[in-house]
């Protein structure tokens, strides 16, 4: 009995053992392994572009085309087969939409007809109606005599009555005046002492930033995300690129100028941008290329660093403070 109590315990021991495992080698994958990039793109007579990027040797693919002016293609495949495609995407979308609005043109259709119809049966009905109610009103008309109204007891009002009621309704419009004129001054006032407070919470405000951001934790914490951000910038932009470029102007001192200029800027594209210069007609062609790599690891190794740092949790912590 106890040895099989320890073969199941040993058998869920190697299962969990190995779940762990491959939980484990999923994530060093998804952190270590790069999502690999490359594109290429020329100017002539139009811009034709081509982008790709894979993961896991091609595993999973996405794949983006852009050519003179047309729709830009996006493709993605996992282990090879397509799972989405935006051009096949939007052909489905057009063809739903012309049937239904070609159900809703037949609906409408039958709609009008009932509708009009409807009206006519209406009509019919109406003019029916109106017929039996003008015969019902002559009958009336002829049925009843004209007579003289009787003039009533209280139509001639008492003069007193009406002055004092005129005096009261003056002084009542005086003292609505005079209210609105007070709280009118009354309003002035309270706006002003408003405006004034809120300057004057603005000015404390701007105050304690000023002091947050002159502190020295402050400028270690920025000094921290800028490195960091220089430190993504550099993994995520491409290793290699070539562009070559054709390039020229009428004015032949505009091209000496853009010559200058990459002569200048040299120490930092070390030749991989290449000027076939034209100086008596204006040229504009080209190609580049370029691909690189990058990985989970990078950005989580940023987030990490700027998590645990203490300046940056300190400049968190004042922040709330004067939020609240």
């Known amino acids: 009995m106890v040895s099989i109590l320890l073969t199941v315990l040993k058998m869920i021991g190697i299962t969990i053992l190995i779940i762990l495992g491959l939980i484990l080698f999923i994530l060093l994958l998804a952190l270590f392994v790069p999502?690999?990039?490359?594109?290429?793109?020329?100017?002539?007579?139009?811009?034709?572009?081509k982008l790709r990027a894979s993961w896991l040797l091609h595993m999973i693919s996405i794949r983006g085309v852009y050519q003179n002016?047309?729709?830009?293609?996006?493709?993605?495949?996992?282990?090879?087969?397509?799972?989405?495609?935006?051009?096949?995407?939007?052909?489905?979308?057009?063809?739903?939409?012309?049937?239904?609005?070609?159900?809703?043109?037949?609906?409408?259709?039958?709609?009008?007809?009932?509708?009009?119809?409807?009206?006519?049966?209406?009509?019919?009905?109406?003019?029916?109606?109106?017929?039996?109610?003008?015969?019902?009103?002559?009958?009336?008309?002829?049925?009843?005599?004209?007579?003289?109204?009787?003039?009533?007891?209280?139509?001639?009002?008492?003069?007193?009555?009406?002055?004092?009621?005129?005096?009261?309704?003056?002084?009542?419009?005086?003292?609505?005046i005079l209210t609105k004129f007070v709280n009118f001054f009354k309003n002035i006032k309270f706006t002003f002492h408003k405006v004034c407070d809120t300057i004057m919470k603005i000015k404390d405000n701007i105050?304690?930033?000023?002091?947050?951001?002159?502190?020295?934790?402050?400028?270690?914490?920025?000094?921290?995300?800028?490195?960091?951000?220089?430190?993504i910038l550099r993994k995520i932009l491409p290793q290699k690129y070539r562009v070559n470029l054709h390039l020229g102007f009428d004015d032949p001192a505009v091209m000496g100028?853009?010559?200058?200029?990459?002569?200048?800027?040299?120490?930092?594209?070390?030749?991989?941008?290449?000027?076939?210069?034209?100086?008596?007609?204006?040229?504009?062609?080209?190609?580049?290329?370029?691909?690189g790599h990058v990985s989970a690891f990078v950005f989580v190794r940023a987030a990490c660093i700027l998590f645990f740092d203490k300046d940056i949790k300190r400049l968190f912590k004042h922040l709330r403070r004067s939020e609240t």
């Open 69 to 176: 002016e047309q729709p830009f293609c996006v493709n993605l495949k996992i282990f090879g087969i397509t799972i989405y495609d935006n051009l096949r995407a939007d052909s489905k979308k057009a063809k739903h939409k012309k049937a239904k609005s070609t159900k809703n043109k037949t609906e409408s259709a039958g709609e009008i007809q009932a509708a009009s119809l409807e009206n006519h049966s209406s009509e019919d009905m109406f003019s029916k109606d109106d017929s039996l109610g003008e015969a019902q009103s002559e009958d009336l008309c002829k049925d009843t005599p004209t007579g003289t109204r009787k003039p009533a007891a209280n139509d001639l009002p008492d003069e007193s009555v009406n002055d004092r009621n005129k005096k009261l309704g003056i002084v009542q419009k005086i003292k609505n």
């Open 35 to 49: 999502v690999r990039y490359r594109g290429n793109g020329s100017y002539q007579n139009g811009f034709t572009a």
């Open 257 to 291: 100028e853009v010559l200058a200029v990459w002569g200048m800027l040299y120490p930092l594209h070390q030749g991989n941008i290449d000027i076939q210069p034209e100086f008596e007609q204006t040229v504009m062609e080209g190609n580049f290329s370029f691909q």
């Open 207 to 231: 105050n304690y930033y000023l002091k947050v951001l002159q502190s020295d934790s402050t400028k270690r914490a920025l000094s921290l995300c800028q490195k960091q951000f220089m430190y």
